[in-house]
């Protein structure tokens, strides 16, 4: 008798395998329509969420200070203090300059950046307005609406109220008001401009009224915020990548980046217990007395679970095109990168599973817990980055699948790098060398549960 | 002779299941491994099949050393037709034998050809399309026990072949079995059926606590328990006593 060849023999397992699963058309239909439905879902629900004009939150703004004056500095420790802007680089990091501003822009790295240029305090000095300068992504249009809302107090705090009349003079202007018109406006303003100082002014009643209120999108100042937004004479440039698509908002990105990595999941743990069934219904036992190596029936169920996550994704992708067009096959060959080195991945993981657990219901509670925490953490239900983690939960974020798997995906998405950018090629080798454990984790599992001495 | 089993040992941890059994397989006959639950028989038939590694003693195929577990060209030679329903459900049992022929090693051309003839000798031939699922339970153990002899292994191992189907499959199983003698094929058989080994084996061992009491032919077995006029559940009986066996 002859012995059959290892990769002849895995590929007769896997056609088995695939004949089976889809044999089972209900589960099949399950396993395609579950993330379709997941991803429908949490996409319009983030859309919305995280779309709405009241929506707040505390957003990372780089700050350039190119003027060094006491009132750029009282300006930028004003925002310090915002309760809606996070401001970079903190105390304990280097300046930047206006290059590297716009490299961490260009890079994705950064969203919004604030340049103030030199003659910023003479300016304010003189009772005119600053010319202030906004570097920004123009696809995080809920960081630009918060930041907004940051810097009406904190530019009435550093000027001391002191450019309120050119403020109100400016937003009328804006507002289509004649020049004479305007000018007595500011007028009237300049007799109120004690109290409006007094009203900047940090204390009870003033900075602190302000950043209180600026949290809350409902009070006093942030109505005033949304009210006089145009009064701080922001220009703003916009560092967009030229191919991403207009739709595409970094939320979008991020949620179906990390619904397809979680369902992705899910769905290969699910298929790679066929081992364990396998095993439950005794069919293992003749396919290890069978003459062909014993890895063969691991590389089959691997081969297997491969395929149908290849199906999976690839039927997710086109279906989230479709639906949202966020231009997921404008770079086909950085696509085909991410998602073969996913699905390795996940497969790996799938396999390492199946390998460990003695029962299908084990495969179930490990698989279920793992997957949960690795998607809340690596970002996967929520945008986790935008907060301040400290720094266990940014490193426990970093040791999950989910979190590398999303990052190549974001960094094709939104960044609209390729697959030979250094940031992406880190995903994917951090995504094989955890493809590479897992699998080897896997084959001595199951050499010693299965196979033994 | 085809097999020799010199003082086969293994333990599951600290518990000993096989103490030390030794028997001999001729080429071309029915040989029967019998004794009560518990006694080591399922053990000692997946030491041989390959599916248990860790075994002590000596095993000869053919006169050459023999190491299943290790050795894929040495599951070649063997058939197993394991105690449970080793059978994908949701396949025919065309698909079933394909895909365990091509697993085997059969090329497309006598793997059709002997999935037509393992479908005859199941008596499946009309039914060979159908989901296994939909199989009543003599028909699933026909098939397990072609699935085992598709490739016509040199010697066919079967646990407890018969075990939960009507007297009709039973007795086509027998005949199936027979027809395989007849075809030259060696098969080792576990059974707690002994008008089965009666009427199959050629020759029998019985085997208790892990170890071999009594071998030879059921004539021969009733000579030596000093009954010669018994038959062969008197003579298991009597060697291996009346009270319960309830181990593993």
């Known amino acids: 008798m002859k012995r059959k060849a290892i990769l002849p023999a895995a590929w007769t397992m896997a056609r088995k395998d695939l004949r089976l699963y889809f044999r089972d058309r209900s589960a099949a239909l399950l396993g395609f329509a579950l993330p379709i439905a997941l991803v429908t879902v949490f996409g319009f629900v983030m859309k919305i969420a995280f779309g709405g004009q009241d929506a707040m939150g505390r957003v990372e703004l780089w700050m350039v200070d190119a003027d060094g004056s006491a009132r750029s500095a009282a300006f930028v420790g004003a925002l310090r203090d915002s309760a809606t802007i996070r401001l970079r680089p903190r ?234 067009r966020v231009g997921m096959f404008r770079d086909p060959a950085t696509l085909a990168v991410l998602v073969f080195t996913l699905t390795l991945a996940v497969t790996s993981f799938g396999i390492l599973v199946a390998a460990w657990a003695g029962t299908t219901k084990q495969a179930e509670g490990l698989s279920t817990l793992v997957i949960l925490v690795m998607s809340a953490l690596g970002g996967a239900w929520f945008p986790i980055q935008l907060f301040e983690l400290p720094l266990a939960a940014q490193i426990a974020t970093r040791c999950t699948l989910t979190h590398w798997a999303m990052s190549g995906f974001q960094q094709m998405l939104w960044n609209q790098k390729n697959w030979m950018d250094p940031d992406v090629l880190g995903a994917v080798g951090v995504q094989l060398g955890f493809a590479l454990v897992a699998i080897g984790l896997a084959q001595r599992l199951f050499r010693r549960r299965y196979v033994g001495g | 002779m085809l097999l020799e089993v010199k003082e086969l040992r293994y333990s599951y941890g600290d518990r000993l299941a096989v103490a030390g059994a030794s028997f001999e397989l001729e080429r071309g006959e029915i040989f029967g491994l019998l004794g009560p639950n518990g006694a080591g028989k399922t053990t000692t038939l997946s030491c041989v099949a390959g599916g248990l590694a860790d075994w002590q003693g000596e095993m000869r195929f053919d006169g050459r050393p023999f190491a299943p577990a290790r050795m894929p060209e040495d599951r070649a030679r063997l058939g197993v037709v394991p105690q449970e329903l080793a059978l994908y459900p949701e396949l025919t049992a065309r698909e079933n034998l394909q895909f365990f022929g091509r697993l085997s090693g059969l090329e497309a051309a006598e793997l059709a050809a002997a999935c037509d003839r393992g479908l005859a000798l199941a008596g499946l031939d009309d039914r060979a399309d159908d989901r296994v699922s939909r199989y009543s339970g003599g028909m699933k153990r026909r098939l397990n026990l072609v699935l085992g002899d598709l490739h016509a292994p040199e010697l066919l191992l079967l646990d407890e072949p018969t075990v939960g189907v009507d007297p009709q499959s039973r007795n086509h199983i027998f005949e199936a079995l027979e027809a395989l003698r007849e075809s030259g094929r060696t098969l080792l058989y576990t059974t707690h059926y002994m008008e089965e080994a009666q009427r199959l084996c050629d020759r029998v061992a019985i085997i208790h606590e892990g170890r071999v009491v009594g071998a030879g032919t059921p004539k021969e077995l009733a000579a030596q328990a000093g009954v010669p006029d018994a038959n062969l559940e008197e003579v298991f009986l009597r060697i291996t006593g009346h009270q319960l066996r309830d181990g593993a």
């Open chain 1, 91 to 324: 105390l304990d990091e280097d300046a930047v300059d206006e290059a590297e501003a716009r490299a961490l822009i260009a890079d994705g790295e950064a969203h919004h950046a604030m340049i103030l240029d030199p003659g910023f305090g003479a300016t304010v000095e003189a009772g005119e307005l600053p010319a202030i300068r906004m570097l920004r992504d123009p696809g995080r249009a809920l960081e630009d609406r918060i930041i907004g809302y940051g810097l009406l107090p904190a530019f009435l705090e550093a000027s001391e109220g002191k450019l309120w009349p050119a403020q109100i003079e400016r937003g009328m202007l804006e507002a289509g008001m004649d020049a004479q018109a305007a000018d007595g406006v500011r007028a009237a303003a300049e007799s109120m401009r004690g109290i409006i100082a007094s009203f900047a002014a940090p204390g009870p009643g003033g900075g602190e009224g302000d950043a209180a209120s600026a949290a809350d999108p409902t009070g006093s100042a942030a109505a005033l915020g949304g009210l006089f937004d145009q009064m701080v004479p922001v220009e703003a440039e916009d560092l967009a990548p030229p191919e991403r698509p207009k739709m595409l908002t970094w939320q979008l990105a991020q949620t179906i980046s990390g619904m397809m990595v979680m369902m992705l999941m899910f769905g290969l743990v699910a298929a790679g217990s066929s081992l364990i069934v396998e095993r439950e219904t005794g069919s293992l036992a003749r396919l290890l007395v069978a003459p062909v190596a014993r890895d063969a029936i691991l590389l089959g169920k691997f081969l297997f679970v491969g395929i149908v996550g290849l199906l999976q994704i690839g039927v997710l992708l086109v279906y989230g095109e479709a639906v949202f």
